[in-house]
């Protein structure tokens, strides 16, 4: 297992300004500290020691890698060497470094993403599972990447999402073959249907994964542009908003 933060350089000894000439430090030149860390170098300190506390008494190997602003290309160079990569929520009252987004890691990663909220305790994830499915290539990813994580649920739902005008004899993305599909996996699932309308698809699956207590939401990542859901909304921006519930998703 491979684990990474962000974390800042411990404190130099310089030179006081004024005592240096042609870069040689004058005799007696009184040497001055670098400022105090900075309170989220302290955090990630603290961050840290906890991932350390938390792998070595199992014995497992976990390495800890610096990431500052401006290094998100080196972040997603080294997801891509991940089996999962597991990723907060974006605070609302916290800017992050641009591209260190969920959803920046998610699209140019290539691997799957567990999302967990900032708020609430989860000490579980994947015994009540909400999938879903609208058939893109997208759901599909999301769905195969997450069977390991949902081998032993003791529930699944494959929901989708109709539009109003569709067909009601059509069962919309073909929710029988992703049913058999996880039965050739031991899972058992069960289908549900709802149609969109006023509400908007991603706050139907919130609301129907908190009425079946789910754990883990599967969902494709931006089946349209990034950045068209980023003007005019869409499911994946507004799940990954107001989740409530870990979300795996893929792109």
Not at 91 to 104: H, N, Q
Request: aromatic share 4%.
């Amino acid at each position: 297992m491979k684990a990474w933060a962000s974390r800042l350089p411990p404190a130099r000894i310089e030179i006081a300004q004024g005592s240096v000439v042609s870069g040689v430090p004058l005799p007696g030149a009184p040497p001055i500290a670098s400022p105090a860390p900075s309170p989220s170098a302290e955090l990630a300190d603290i961050v840290e020691q906890r991932f350390r506390a938390e792998v070595q008494p199992h014995g497992i190997e976990g390495d800890w890698h610096s990431f500052g602003s401006g290094d998100s290309e080196e972040l997603i160079a080294l997801s891509r060497t991940m089996d999962l990569v597991v990723f907060g929520q974006a605070v609302s009252d916290y800017r992050l470094p641009t591209g260190f987004s969920p959803e920046d890691i998610v699209m140019a990663c290539g691997r799957p993403m567990l999302v967990v909220p900032f708020a609430g305790e989860f000490g579980s994830a994947g015994r009540r599972v909400l999938i879903a499915w609208d058939g893109t290539r997208e759901a599909s990813r999301a769905l195969h990447d997450a069977l390991p994580l949902i081998a032993q649920a003791e529930a699944v739902w494959v929901m989708t999402v109709r539009a109003r005008d569709a067909n009601s004899d059509d069962r919309g993305p073909a929710l029988d073959r992703v049913v058999r599909h996880l039965q050739r996996h031991s899972i058992a699932a069960t289908t549900e249907e709802s149609i969109g309308g006023d509400v908007p698809t991603a706050e139907l699956l919130l609301s129907r994964a908190s009425d079946m207590g789910a754990d883990l939401l599967v969902a494709g990542a931006y089946h349209h542009s990034q950045l068209r859901e980023a003007i005019i909304g869409g499911v994946s921006r507004d799940l990954l908003d107001h989740m409530t519930a870990p979300i795996v998703m893929s792109h």
